[in-house]
């Protein structure tokens, strides 16, 4: 069974930064696209970064591009979202997901770690 658990998440001040983690299990980490995506309160689930299997090779929405950074342990099964810079329309509940950005926002999803920008 895949269980995908984040944590990280929590209040920050505008520019402020935060490291999100997810810790993967149930399949076989290293063989995987992994991704991450947001939804803020009363919107729809937005993509915001994805890496390849091997850890090389990472893409990221407009919107978070330059400020975020995704990283990945394949040895400790480990997907990693650096936040920094932050903007309070960075507010949202954040997941991990298994696979690229093509199927991310329709794969299954963690409970989430909750990152809210506000001074």
């Known amino acids: 069974e895949v269980q995908l658990v984040e944590s990280g998440g929590g209040l920050v001040q505008p520019g402020g930064s935060l490291r999100l983690s997810c810790a993967a299990s149930?399949?076989?980490?290293?063989?995987?696209?992994m991704s991450w995506v947001r939804q803020a309160p009363g919107k729809g689930l937005e993509w915001v970064s994805s890496?390849?299997?091997?850890?090389?090779?990472?893409t990221y929405a407009d919107s978070v591009k330059g400020r975020f950074t995704i990283s990945r342990d394949n040895v400790k099964n480990v997907l990693i979202l650096q936040l920094s810079s932050l903007k309070e329309e960075d507010t949202a509940m954040y997941y991990c997901?298994?696979?690229?950005?093509?199927?991310?926002?329709?794969?299954?999803r963690g409970q989430g770690t909750q990152v809210t920008v506000s001074s």
């Open positions: 997901v298994k696979g690229d950005q093509w199927s991310a926002l329709t794969s299954p």
């Open positions: 149930g399949f076989t980490f290293r063989l995987y696209a």
């Open positions: 890496i390849n299997p091997g850890g090389l090779g990472t």
